[in-house]
């Protein structure tokens, strides 16, 4: 199916008020980013804006240590109206640097996720850091060989309320929440460049066959130069 407005997109997301939703933009050839991890701006503005719109829908937005440390992002909607989420990063090692903008810009509340063993607990077993703003929460969870486990993510979110959540990147990050089958949806969004070599965007384990492929309903949007993909993982296609 091709949707021509956006409102079409969107429609079956304002429906609901539970739902977990991934997020990738890439090349035609698969790459989110170069080597070095430049991808500013893979997709155009028309797709920027969809983003944030999505972004707009949602109680909270998810990204990994290494989407903040290559992008810097602000994870706001700057581009549309409406409220900005709970900006929710994933640093199991402790190792971003806390004058990162979403940890100074006071634009959005902002949950910074750490390991037991990357943030030092205080004698009431609370998770501190000296360097935490106003608008930033430390919040500790278990991460056996430093990794999250996507289940564990989403229940710290739905206690506290956050129940539309937008998993926006990385790649690995998003690819551990599809692989997790905790996805119901997944926009991926294809510019019309090739980049040759670089970080992948989805990454699972391998398959065998043809048989064992995920084959989910899908949905297009031409946005600009860039064709979007909006997969309904929860309904497969033939």
Known sequence: MILTDLDDLF?????????????????????IATVSGHSHYINGPEDIERLHR???????????AGTVEADDPRLTVRHVEGPNPVRVALDPRGRLDPARAIFTDGAASTLWIQSEAANRLDSEGKARDPHAAEHVQIVVLPAPANTF????????LDARGLRRVLIEG????????LEADLLDRLHVSVASLLIGSGRPGITLPQIESLEQARRPAIRHVLLG??????LDLRSEGA
């Open 11 to 31: 429609a079956p997301l304002e429906r609901l008020d539970r739902f977990v939703i991934g997020q990738l933009g890439q090349s035609l050839d698969g790459r």
């Open 54 to 64: 999505l972004r707009a829908l949602v109680d909270a937005v998810v990204v990994g």
């Open 149 to 156: 486990d996507p289940a564990d993510v989403l229940a710290e």
């Open 170 to 177: 990385g790649g690995r990050t998003v690819s551990s929440f």
């Open 225 to 230: 130069s860039d064709l979007l993909f909006d």
